[in-house]
Structures are given as C-alpha cells and as structure tokens.
C-alpha cells in the first residue's frame, strides 16, 4: 500500500503541450510538497500546500499551476511544457512542522521533446 | 534560501570501508538535520536524522556526527556494502511552528564495490 503515489511514472511529450501530474498520500499527512529533480540530482521546492492552503511558492514560472482538492492530494499542472521542464518531479508530504521527516513518492520523469 | 553545501560530489569505496559525507549549513536558526538515501527509479527516503543538541547520533551502521560550532554535520557508513549504492543528500530546517521547508545539499552519489 504506497504511501505517497504519483501518476504517471513516466512522461513524453512535446513542446508546447499541457501536462499534469498527480500526487496522493494516504498517511494522513496535512502538508505537501512538490519538489523538483535536475539532471544533477539537485532537489529544489517549487510548492508546498498546508490543509489544501498554499505555503511555499518558490520562484516558479506562472506556466506551473499546483492545485490541492483536498489533504490527500496535490496536483501538479503544467501549461506550455519547455525543453528545460524535462525533470524528475517528487511529490512528498508531512505532517505539521517537518520534524518527522518527509515521504517521498517515486517520482515521474518528464521528458519535453 | 540558505545554503547546505554537500561534499564530495561522488565517493567510491570499498566493501567493509567507511564512507563519509559532509555538509556545512549558514542558518545558525537551523535545528533539524537529516540525511536522505535515494536509490535510482526512486524518492528520497529518511535514512537518520539529528537535533543540535547532541553531538552524534548512531542507528545500526549509520551514525551523523554534529559539530554545532563549526556549522557542520556528517554521515559516516559504517562496514559499507554494495547494497549501500545509492545518492545521499544532508539537509537543513528549522523545525518550529509553521516551518515547512527543507534545504537540501547537492547530494553524494556512493558507489560501493565488491
């Protein structure tokens, strides 16, 4: 039973297209997170959303739109998709203040051709 | 963003050798330090994870040392084993109220050979 679950895996698709990615998790966590994995490895925040209230807005294109339905879910939009888009995104999610750690999903690999 | 600068980069060591990965932090508020593991095709996961209010932190061969003055943390692996390949990220928050966010190092990749 996957904790923190992200569809899809994978992701190809062509400039100029809108995407989404969606996250859940079903730990009852009332925070979470979309970071952003380079090339690199490097791990930056884009978002963070706090019982379905956004807290985190790092310096993100407008074209990147989080939307949070709920506690247990936090989508990811993406609008006019960028060859520098092509990542791997993580969702993640905690529960209050992040001393307990994150969990992490698995990930999904956009690819922008 | 504060920094949490990470070295090495990458780090090849010996089965049964220990492995050590550094990091520094600037935000002297920063009272949450933990490490990540993360294998390919996967998330981070919580490894191990130390307050400043002690000075070292030990679970099974994984211990994080903490020296408060310095404005450093480490990660030594100890008997390392092939299984531990994987990338290694330290990172850095502060845990009261209403914080949200941790600052991640550039990561280490570990390689472990036979």
């Known amino acids: 039973d996957t904790a923190v679950s992200q569809t899809p895996k994978y992701l190809v698709t062509q400039m100029g297209n809108d995407k989404s990615i969606k996250c859940e998790q079903n730990l009852g966590h009332d925070t979470m997170y979309w970071y952003k994995q380079d090339s690199k490895k490097f791990l930056k925040i884009m978002f963070s959303y706090n019982n379905k209230e956004l807290i985190i807005n790092e310096t993100v294109p407008n074209r990147f739109s989080p939307k949070s339905p709920d506690k247990a879910h936090l989508n990811l939009h993406i609008n006019s998709l960028e060859l520098g888009d092509s990542a791997v995104y993580f969702c993640?999610?905690?529960?209050?203040?992040?001393?307990?750690?994150?969990?992490f999903g698995s990930g999904t690999r956009l690819t922008v051709v | 963003q504060q920094q949490v600068k990470q070295s090495p980069q990458s780090l090849i060591v010996q089965k049964g050798g220990i492995s050590i990965i550094n990091c520094a932090y600037e935000?002297?508020?920063?009272?949450?330090f933990p490490w990540y593991q993360q294998f390919p095709g996967k998330g981070p996961a919580l490894l191990i994870a130390?307050?400043?209010?002690?000075s070292e932190k030990k679970e099974g061969r994984f211990t994080i040392s903490f020296n408060k003055s310095a404005k450093q943390f480490s990660l030594h692996i100890m008997d390392s084993q092939p299984g531990d390949s994987a990338t290694y990220f330290c990172a850095a928050s502060y845990s009261g109220a209403g914080s949200y966010q941790l600052t991640f190092g550039k990561g280490t990749k570990l390689s472990v050979i036979p």
């Open positions: 935000n002297t508020a920063f009272d949450y």
């Open positions: 130390i307050r400043p209010d002690v």
């Open positions: 993640a999610s905690s529960q209050g203040a992040i001393s307990y750690g994150y969990t």
